[in-house]
């Protein structure tokens, strides 16, 4: 089963816009991680936040995360072509470690 | 630091066969899952080893699919018999196992195609 949902589902913008996009999860964590997955390709790790931190930056890339409504989202700054993608949001769990990963969002930037 | 490997690359075969995909993780990584991912949609965790204990396998059709771990290294996943609807990619990732909970790494996947 999933454990998030990812909103928007698509997201298509023109190079140099920022993509916002959106996770909602379930149960509680002990991290959430973000990854980025091109077509036909393995997934990509793009940046973790635990639960005990609200905002986090990676380069052009900046994520949030609010434990008391269960959300978290992803911010890329300065979007280029190159940023076409799908996006996934993944929750790290308090048991066991293993991820468990949202529906994703497909990103389209186009030039 | 070399990454997970998975082979082969691509698989195509016919629904009722049987297939074979195999997962080599990061070195010293002590927890192995498997993924399937179905075209459109997340990666769903198949199974999930700790050395060569099985952690987590409710989400595994047993009935068709397999897993081992041997000496809690190298892993392989087994479809017997292959359906159409288990067409997706099958994803392998290590991690290390701490207090840190981070170092997920995934391998580029096994396309698996049903015909």
């Known amino acids: 089963s999933q454990q998030g949902e990812e909103d928007p589902q698509a997201l298509s913008i023109q190079e140099g816009e920022n993509a916002t996009m959106n996770c909602s999860y379930k149960t509680s964590i002990n991290n959430l991680q973000w990854y980025r997955q091109n077509s036909g390709r393995g997934l990509v790790h793009l940046i973790l936040i635990r639960s005990n931190e609200r905002e986090k930056h990676s380069g052009r890339l900046r994520v949030t995360l609010d434990t008391s409504k269960k959300s978290s989202s992803l911010l890329i700054t300065a979007s280029r072509a190159a940023d076409t993608a799908s996006y996934f949001c993944a929750t790290d769990g308090t048991g066991f470690q293993k991820l468990v990963f949202g529906t994703g969002t497909r990103l389209l930037v186009s030039p | 630091e070399a990454g997970v490997a998975q082979s082969p690359r691509y698989k195509i075969i016919e629904k009722r066969q049987s297939v074979a995909f195999w997962c080599n993780p990061i070195?010293?990584?002590?927890?192995l899952y498997w993924y399937q991912q179905i075209l459109g949609q997340g990666p769903k965790l198949l199974i999930q080893?700790?050395?060569?204990?099985?952690?987590?396998d409710s989400q595994l059709p047993k009935d068709r699919f397999s897993a081992e771990r041997l000496k809690g290294v190298d892993s392989t996943l087994k479809i017997q018999p292959a359906k159409l609807e288990d067409s997706a990619v099958y994803l392998c990732?290590?991690?290390?196992?701490?207090?840190?909970?981070?170092?997920?790494?995934f391998g580029s996947g096994t396309r698996l195609t049903v015909v």
């Open positions: 080893f700790q050395n060569n204990g099985v952690v987590d």
């Open positions: 990732a290590s991690s290390s196992f701490g207090r840190d909970r981070q170092g997920y790494t």
């Open positions: 070195s010293g990584h002590a927890t």
